[in-house]
């Protein structure tokens, strides 16, 4: 299971990611590092003999004689359909990726030169991986760095502009250097001519910033890479807390905007950062307090007892996201692509005439939200069961629908007709924009009910409107969790308290996840571990 998981990797790595797309206004031939187009055709894998091969040949061994070489490029080009000559040096390197086995892909490279064979830019992206790992391990030598230097020359001299994955092998190449990191700048940007730099160009990058004690420089490109809806690593935060601790003097101020950086952009640490920060309390107790934590069902921290902040917007925000919301998503979106300017207007004018309401209801989204397989009379009735969820709690609402439900069950449809507002657009609409339209112009107290993350909406309104989005949406977005055998609602209320980083008077709070991943979930639920965190005033 291992070395099919092993071998997915490499053809992953080696052979798609190569693949480099040839630019149309130069010569293809100078312009991109790595021409590998083949596509694996990945058959019965003998994955035991690559087990036996690395036990023959490659486990605890820092150098091969040339003709134990050739047997180990020989097995690998016979046993394996998609390695062939091109990228069987490549996959080799892929082999003796760990960091101990630096030596040993160097040896590779030595027998590629008694050979006379030209390493490609494959092979030599897969060595400055190498080079890269053992860096994250120790301080490479100057000889070391040096070698990781020529390497980059080769590549640059050779190529006019470089490919995406040549580039990121690069930018991991030089960062393991002191002297000559910042040339990974520029290749940043190179990437950006093929496609969106990589999660991990970027996190190595600012990482290596913060390190080298170029801050802003990391800011920029943290900014950055969430501009690209991408998160940051925690080998990011690692390397600026390890910086930010070597001064005590300005430790606070450094770890305040980390936190502000973290409360502006919801992100949620990782324990390994969780760890890392209990671990600088310990050392520095007179600048820093930690400690890890859980909240009561009602937001209160259990270890300063305090609440966490309400999550409500103020009323200026409000009234700026209302009127971004009209600019940027209602108008600017497909709103009026998938409906028409008629159908529009008729709704403003149906909202004008009905408003306000205490809740708005997206009656697809929730009728389908137990399987859209389901016969017309059940969808019905699962849409009027929330209504009266609403109705019995003498709340107004409007229901969103479409006009294909005027064929649902009678009695179901002729319920929610008694007890709400019903507006049904035509079958292409999206529901959203309405929805959301509705909601706001009903004023700050209105809620509404979907299972939608509105993702797509909260991003067109910028990075800084985004969270106030998020916050007025956690705050006012109740979902249905399931349906009973007996037919009851388990409906999903709003969290009223915030659950993105944030100070309550001094104390900051800060969420906690597992593990990195690079798309967390979107939708609101209460993350079980915090940090209460407190930074000393007089040093800050
Ligand atoms: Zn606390």
Redesign the pocket.
Known sequence: MYNLRLLRLLRHSVITKSAGRALTHSPPCRLLASHHKRRPQLGAVPSDQLDQLKADYLDRRSELSNEDWHRVRNILTDSYKYINGSNVDAVVLGLCSSAEKLPLAKSYLSYLQAQGIEPNAATLGRLLRVYNAAYHTRTLSDEEQAEIVHICDTLQGAHETLDASSCEHLIHGLVATKQHWQRAVPLLDMMKVTSAPSVAAYSTLAAKAFSAEQPELAWRLLEEMLQARKLPKCEVYLAHLAQSAQQAQTLGAQLERLLLFLERHDIVISDLVAQQLLALAQRLPQQLQVTA?RLDRMGK?G??Q?HLQHVAISDAQFAELRESFLAKVLIRNDVFQKSTPQEVARFKQYVEQTAPYDCVIDGLNVAYSTGNKKPPQQLAKLLATVVRYFKERRKRVLVLGRQHMRNWSKPAMQYIQNNASVFLTNNLTHDDPFLLYATLHSGQDTDFFSRDLMRSHAFLLGSELKAVFRRWQQEHQYSLVTQTQTGQIIVKEPIRYRLSAHKVGN?W?VPCCEAYTPNPPESFEVPEKWL?LSIAQNVV
């Open positions: 934590t921290c270890a300063c305090q104390v709070h209460c």
